[in-house]
């Protein structure tokens, strides 16, 4: 796997980018590979469970993370395209409370590696867009928290304009000075 890897203003948050051989027939690209993820980007990562969602336009999932088995993320869209955000939940981290977010698409096949430690969200700014992602593992609803997407304390800069739409669990998402710490 050959790519080009880039540090956000978190580091441990990287983009990663696939390169890809295409044609008049089409493209391809190799989008994960063990060894070279493990030399690249994040050795000793394990992942045990792949999600794909589908949100429409406006949708704005998270700000997610949970308190207990907490997941590492790789993410990527194959369809439209999302504002990504991690935000640094580890409290002992001098970047406690700060966000890093990108531009997934379709047509970038940029993906983000988002370590254990961190909240995760994106806002949907297509009319429609799928997502993948793989976790290092597995969902535990009763760990699960949210912190809200929009706290004044993050200040993250979504691109809405107007409000997003969101699950009632996103939307009772609590503010960063309330949240259950992160291990």
């Given at each position: 796997?050959?790519?080009?890897?880039?540090?956000?203003?978190?580091?441990?948050?990287?983009?990663?980018?696939?390169?890809?051989?295409?044609?008049?027939?089409?493209?391809?690209?190799?989008?994960?590979?063990?060894?070279?993820?493990?030399?690249?980007?994040?050795?000793?990562v394990d992942f045990v469970q792949d999600n794909h969602s589908r949100s429409l336009k406006h949708?704005?999932?998270?700000?997610?993370?949970?308190?207990?088995?907490?997941?590492?993320?790789?993410?990527?869209?194959?369809?439209?395209?999302?504002?990504?955000?991690?935000?640094?939940?580890?409290?002992?981290?001098?970047?406690?409370?700060?966000?890093?977010?990108?531009?997934?698409?379709?047509?970038?096949?940029?993906?983000?590696?988002?370590?254990?430690?961190?909240?995760?969200?994106f806002v949907v700014i297509s009319d429609c867009a799928e997502f993948l992602y793989k976790t290092t593992d597995y969902w535990f609803p009763e760990y699960e928290r949210s912190i809200l997407w929009?706290?004044?304390?993050?200040?993250?800069?979504?691109?809405?304009?107007?409000?997003?739409?969101?699950?009632?669990?996103?939307?009772?998402?609590?503010?960063?000075?309330?949240?259950?710490?992160?291990?």
């Open positions: 796997m050959t790519f080009k890897l880039t540090l956000t203003r978190l580091p441990e948050v990287k983009i990663i980018e696939p390169e890809m051989f295409g044609d008049a027939r089409g493209f391809f690209f190799e989008s994960f590979n063990a060894r070279a993820f493990a030399a690249q980007v994040c050795a000793g949708v704005l999932r998270g700000l997610h993370y949970q308190i207990r088995h907490p997941q590492g993320k790789l993410v990527r869209v194959i369809q439209g395209e999302v504002f990504d955000v991690a935000v640094d939940l580890r409290r002992a981290s001098r970047r406690f409370g700060q966000w890093a977010g990108v531009t997934l698409s379709a047509e970038n096949r940029r993906q983000l590696w988002i370590p254990p430690g961190f909240a995760h969200g929009n706290d004044p304390e993050i200040g993250i800069e979504w691109p809405l304009i107007g409000a997003p739409l969101l699950a009632d669990k996103d939307a009772a998402g609590k503010r960063l000075a309330d949240a259950e710490a992160c291990p």
